[in-house]
């Protein structure tokens, strides 16, 4: 059974923006805390950014200022905004809720000319 969906990737090109969004179950949001992530060809899942139950939201360094990190209650979403998209973002987009033990398929983002 699915547990979360993430969507919204596609090419665009650099400069250019992208909303992500992940859809979980009430249980899975209702938890609160929950992380973006990223995995590159031929390098590991990294981090993106983070929002803690309380509402803490940090960024890795390489997308502060261009990232934001929200979520939406009435519909059980998170959201990344992606801004001044750079062909190193390129990569597969996670989510992941800190209580779920697995990963989704993600979503692509590619950033080229």
């Known amino acids: 059974q699915v547990q979360l969906v993430e969507s919204g990737g596609g090419l665009v090109q650099p400069g250019g923006s992208l909303r992500l969004s992940c859809a979980t179950s009430?249980?899975?949001?209702?938890?609160?805390?929950m992380g973006w992530y990223r995995q590159a060809p031929g390098k590991q899942r990294e981090v993106v950014a983070q929002i803690t139950s309380g509402g803490s939201i940090s960024y890795a360094d390489p997308v502060k200022g261009r990232f934001t990190i929200s979520r939406d209650n009435a519909n059980n979403r998170w959201y990344l905004q992606m801004n001044s998209l750079k062909p190193d973002d390129t990569a597969v987009y996670y989510c992941k809720p800190f209580s779920l033990a697995g990963w989704g398929q993600g979503t692509q983002v590619t950033v080229s000319s």
């Open positions: 009430r249980s899975l949001f209702s938890s609160g805390a």
